[in-house]
């Protein structure tokens, strides 16, 4: 079953007139490092974009200080060092206690003692969770860890790092991402020239999206949908189908006009002509 515009209609309800700030979620961004500083400022700011009311990005203190640059409308956390450990756990918790969802991973790097970080923080927090880029790294031997209010986004190297399998054709990667969704619990997508999602009971298949998004910066969008469909109560396949086909079907709008020359601040910006 493919996924359609009228996913995307059932995970954004009529909001009440007499809304306030915050009924619509708060998204915690946990990433960045001394290399990577740009990517969580990207899923920030799509998170935002996808109608989050409030979008705090934790990153090491250069990080921070570049994606505050971005836009006055995000906040940013800065933490001390340039790669996140678990000496920033406390602060990091302190941060989620307000969140109503987490994306972690864009930017984040692989660095033993930041993976070390990922799986305690993880375990500490019952946060519905995108898991996304460089943070999958940490779930290599620990398959088991994973929860059912997961979301992860690996593309194919990614997901056969961590489960193995022959995923060569459209059929192969929907029987394995059925059958491991399954078994360990999450929902998965995988994403490529057709995404596959599934959590093992449910799968569908999303065909939005062109090839000019292979590049840098598009996943942290896709992430960012995850995290503010997750952060006003979705469930985790609800919110992954729809952001498969919001980020694709976004990206198919900014190629009309950018072409070979997408960047991922395009995808963004063409984020509401999808949603509204």
């Not at 994403?191 to 942290?220: L, R, W, Y």
Request: proline share 4%.
């Amino acid at each position: 079953m493919k996924v359609t515009k009228t996913d995307v209609r059932k995970v954004y309800p009529k909001r009440d007139p007499w809304s306030h700030k915050g009924d619509f979620g708060k998204v915690l961004v946990i990433g960045g490092s001394k290399k990577y500083t740009g990517a969580p400022g990207l899923a920030a700011l799509t998170a935002l974009k996808a109608g989050a009311d409030l979008v705090t990005v934790a990153a090491p203190q250069r990080a921070a200080g570049i994606i505050a640059t971005f836009s006055p409308d995000l906040i940013t956390y800065p933490l001390s060092g340039s790669y996140i450990t678990k000496i920033h756990l406390k602060e990091i918790l302190g941060l989620a206690d307000d969140a109503d969802s987490i994306v972690i991973g864009s930017g984040i790097g692989r660095n033993k003692q930041t993976l070390d970080l990922i799986l305690q923080l993880l375990d500490d927090t019952d946060l519905p969770c995108v898991i996304d880029a460089d943070a999958l790294h940490a779930f290599t031997k620990n398959l088991e860890l994973f929860k059912e209010n997961y979301i992860l986004t690996p593309h194919s190297r990614e997901f056969q790092n961590l489960f193995g399998g022959k995923i060569d054709s459209v059929e192969e990667r929907i029987k394995f991402v059925k059958y491991v969704a399954n078994k360990y619990k999450p929902t998965i997508i995988l994403k490529g020239h057709v995404d596959v999602i599934s959590n093992g009971a449910s799968t569908k298949i999303n065909e939005t999206g062109n090839p000019h998004m292979t590049v840098g910066g598009t996943g942290d969008v896709l992430a960012g949908i995850c995290g503010a469909l997750l952060s006003t109560g979705n469930d985790a396949f609800s919110a992954a189908c729809a952001a498969a086909y919001i980020s694709g079907a976004a990206g198919d709008k900014a190629d009309k006009t950018f072409g070979i020359s997408l960047t991922a601040l395009d995808v963004i910006n063409n984020i509401y002509k999808v949603i509204g």
